[in-house]
């Protein structure tokens, strides 16, 4: 069950009858923002868990929910260390603030597969202290030593056999002293971790009661809808509003730093008054730019030195028996999010309120603040005055980290003195994005005269994502905050390149390309693009080596056991090995990221010319599992992307211009495409990893491996084109 959470409302939790026991704590690395204070509480700063006289134990969930589960997974950490009763669990989304700032980023931001990475010592410790709280009021109630007492689902139970629910006792608890530290369980004593609990959301997406950002309706809201410069980097040069203000229900016409906004008392207003503009753009420098160019300037960077980013051994001095080197291409790709951007803002002269679907509320200030930031600027408030309510995101994959659209709604509001909706079309959102940056890959490798693995080097070009993010005036310390942009190499371009595969020589290098196309983080950042690169040639080396797949990567894993434990199990459930289906042939690729590891299996047919995605088999090792449900449809959702990915997605340059618009000519994976997949879970009692994102990278090269196999030939270019294969 999820409940909406305002800022003012958690500050009057405490007061409202019934409540009794509000338990926080902070995390290491947190800002200096006060912790939203809490009547009542125990301690005050951060609260994550409220227990009510009701017996209810509210988790306050500070991620945002777009269909990971965070909403039921972090509920679970609270419920397992505290013995609650799972049926007495709520959630609700915390208000933006820096208390809940994520150790493993750079804000309150949901990304990077973090969410319970970040979450899974302090909400457990959090609620253990809890526990301890509720323990000493009922042995003090009792007159026991808290020693004798135990839990069990959601009560505290004497050695006499007494029992008390802790609804009872919460009020008590809260008078009683908070542990300095307390012991977690050990992993062999849990009984809901590890379970495939239902999630707590379901039952208000099935029945339509979960408020996404574009649902938002507070009193008196009027929708705009945004005419931007078609080419990337051009400007405004003049509009007539003379049409668009003559349509029923339009209230007014505004410029805004991205374009022309139409505001009006509806959507279908807004976008026929925003069809009737007349406008004039200044296209700029990048009027011109198409693919070709694209290929070009990645083509000519890439003949430079770049930047070293990893050295092994004699790294491209040494020198092998036999080499072989290879060239692989990405395209740009959109987030196709099914919730097209948008945002909701009431901007009044001394405070904000946002109703928005962001998985960035806070950020650090000199980065600009993220959501709460760019509000807080527009506004002239300081950030403590912008409440976020924070909506279930229909889809994020990265887009909904980015500002822009807040900005554009904060700006609306505040000139026509009204709360604004921003509505982005779907095309507004597939020319308009902030793309996953294309990438070229020069990779060599080569055998030593025994035919053992020796050299491997390989050279990543691609434009920057941390670089639009770090201040021009003040490079250095922004580097230590937005990630490593050391000496011109971008650590998410070139991720997922460093080798789990034993060469002895082995040297990384970037360059980066700035191209004027807007780029962002996209599912799996540069894993997306690295592994697709680095498990194809690794198959393209086994071949030289006269060796099957499997088992040369086998003989380089011997220094990455959970490398090679996904591998060889993946190998087994997909029968590798043994004979495919008539017509079928199989593909694998293996990668780490995010704190997983992860293998797929890819079974492949030629139909019509074009590959077919039969069976995907894939092994996850992302240390202990919070709900195994919630995993495999993490794994399953990072395929599919990947798929889609691989088999479709491209962004294609023309005058400056998206030629894509819809899906109509950015398709999705259809049903009918859908392969089988299953997935298997390694059993571990190592600290979670991710699961939102390291299922995308291995697919694509896992498919276009088996297609290689299928038809002799090397594909080194996405979206998969059999024509354009390379032989």
């Given at each position: 069950m999820s409940e909406a959470l305002s800022r003012r409302e958690f500050v009057k939790a405490g007061l409202a009858a019934g409540v009794g026991l509000t338990l926080a704590a902070s995390l290491e690395g947190c800002g200096k923002e006060p912790y939203p204070e809490a009547s009542g509480a125990a301690f005050a700063p951060n609260a994550w868990i409220r227990i009510g006289a009701d017996d209810t134990v509210r988790v306050i969930v500070d991620r945002s929910e777009m269909g990971q589960g965070v909403s039921t997974a972090l509920p679970m950490l609270v419920a397992e260390e505290l013995d609650a009763d799972w049926a007495t669990i709520r959630y609700q989304f915390a208000p933006a603030n820096e208390a809940y700032h994520n150790p493993l980023s750079m804000g309150q931001l949901t990304g990077g597969s973090t969410s319970v990475r970040?979450?899974?010592?302090?909400?457990?410790?959090?609620?253990?202290?809890?526990?301890?709280?509720?323990?000493?009021?009922?042995?003090?109630?009792?007159?026991?030593?808290?020693?004798?007492?135990?839990?069990?689902?959601?009560?505290?139970?004497?050695?006499?056999?007494?029992?008390?629910?802790?609804?009872?006792?919460?009020?008590a608890a809260a008078k009683q002293?908070?542990?300095?530290?307390?012991?977690?369980?050990?992993?062999?004593?849990?009984?809901?971790?590890?379970?495939?609990?239902?999630?707590?959301?379901?039952?208000?997406?099935?029945?339509?009661?979960?408020?996404?950002?574009?649902?938002?309706?507070?009193?008196?809201?009027?929708?705009?809808?945004?005419?931007?410069c078609p080419v990337f980097g051009g400007g405004l040069r003049s509009f007539d509003a003379t049409a668009a203000r003559a349509i029923p229900g339009v209230k007014d016409v505004v410029r805004i730093d991205s374009g022309v906004a139409v505001v009006a008392e509806g959507y279908w207003a807004a976008r026929q008054g925003?069809?009737?503009?007349?406008?004039?753009?200044?296209?700029?420098?990048?009027?011109?730019l198409d693919d070709a160019a694209v290929s070009a300037r990645l083509e000519q960077l890439s003949r430079e030195a770049g930047e070293l980013a990893h050295r092994a051994g004699e790294g491209a001095a040494a020198t092998a028996a036999r080499s072989l080197e290879a060239v692989y291409e990405v395209p740009y790709l959109a987030h196709a999010t099914m919730e097209p951007m948008n945002c909701t803002a009431h901007v009044r002269p001394d405070a904000v309120t946002l109703w928005v679907p962001t998985q960035f509320q806070t950020g650090p200030r000199l980065l600009g603040g993220a959501t709460r930031g760019v509000a807080a600027r527009v506004a002239g408030v300081a950030m403590r005055d912008v409440t976020v309510h924070t909506t279930h995101l229909g889809g994020g994959f990265g887009r909904r980290a980015e500002t822009?659209?807040?900005?554009?709604?904060?700006?609306?509001?505040?000139?026509?003195?009204?709360?604004?909706?921003?509505?982005?079309?779907?095309?507004?959102d597939t020319r308009h994005d902030q793309y996953r940056p294309a990438a070229r890959h020069v990779l060599r490798g080569g055998l030593g005269s025994d035919g053992a693995p020796l050299l491997w080097t390989h050279h990543i070009v691609c434009p920057s994502i941390i670089a639009k993010f770090i201040p021009r005036w003040l490079p250095r310390f922004a580097t230590r905050i937005a990630g490593p942009l050391k000496g011109g190499v971008d650590a998410n371009a070139i991720e997922g390149a460093e080798l789990p595969y034993a060469f002895p020589h082995r040297e990384i290098r970037y360059t980066r390309a700035d191209l004027g196309v807007p780029v962002g983080f996209w599912r799996s950042v540069g894993h997306s693009h690295t592994a697709f690169a680095v498990e194809c040639f690794i198959d393209e080396l086994a071949a030289l080596a006269g060796n099957d797949p499997v088992e040369f990567r086998r003989g380089l894993l011997s220094g990455a056991?959970?490398?090679?434990?996904?591998?060889?199990?993946?190998?087994?459930?997909?029968?590798?090995?043994?004979?495919?289906?008539?017509?079928?042939?199989?593909?694998?690729?293996?990668?780490?990221?995010?704190?997983?590891?992860?293998a797929q299996v890819a079974e492949v047919s030629l139909v019509g010319g074009t590959a077919r995605v039969h069976r995907v088999t894939c092994a996850v090792d992302c240390g202990q599992v919070i709900n195994p449900d919630i995993v495999r449809a993490q794994m399953e959702g990072g395929i599919v992307f990947g798929l889609t990915a691989a088999l479709k997605g491209r962004i294609s340059l023309e005058q400056g211009r998206?030629?894509?618009?819809?899906?109509?000519?950015?398709?999705?994976?259809?049903?009918?495409?859908?392969?089988e997949i299953t997935v298997h879970l390694v059993p571990s009692e190592l600290e979670p990893g991710g699961v939102g994102e390291p299922g995308t990278p291995p697919i694509a090269p896992a498919v276009v491996n088996a297609v290689s196999a299928a038809t002799g030939k090397r594909?080194?270019?996405?979206?998969?084109?059999?024509?354009?294969?390379?032989?």
């Open positions: 970040a979450a899974y010592r302090p909400l457990r410790e959090a609620a253990g202290k809890a526990r301890v709280m509720l323990v000493g009021a009922a042995a003090a109630q009792w007159g026991v030593p808290a020693a004798d007492c135990r839990t069990a689902n959601g009560e505290v139970l004497a050695p006499d056999g007494r029992r008390v629910r802790y609804g009872s006792i919460a009020s002293p908070v542990p300095e530290r307390v012991t977690l369980k050990p992993a062999r004593e849990f009984h809901l971790i590890g379970r495939p609990l239902p999630r707590l959301d379901l039952p208000a997406q099935v029945t339509g009661r979960a408020v996404f950002g574009i649902d938002a309706e507070p009193e008196g809201v009027l929708t705009a809808v945004v005419a931007r925003r069809d009737a503009l007349k406008l004039e753009w200044d296209e700029g420098e990048l009027a011109t822009d659209f807040v900005l554009e709604a904060c700006q609306l509001s505040k000139a026509v003195a009204a709360p604004v909706k921003v509505i982005w079309t779907r095309e507004d056991p959970r490398h090679l434990g996904v591998l060889n199990l993946v190998a087994e459930r997909a029968g590798w090995g043994t004979p495919a289906p008539a017509g079928h042939f199989r593909g694998v690729a293996l990668h780490e990221s995010f704190g997983s590891y992860v998206v030629k894509q618009s819809n899906f109509h000519d950015y398709p999705l994976l259809r049903m009918r495409e859908m392969p594909v080194r270019k996405l979206p998969i084109d059999l024509g354009l294969s390379s032989p």
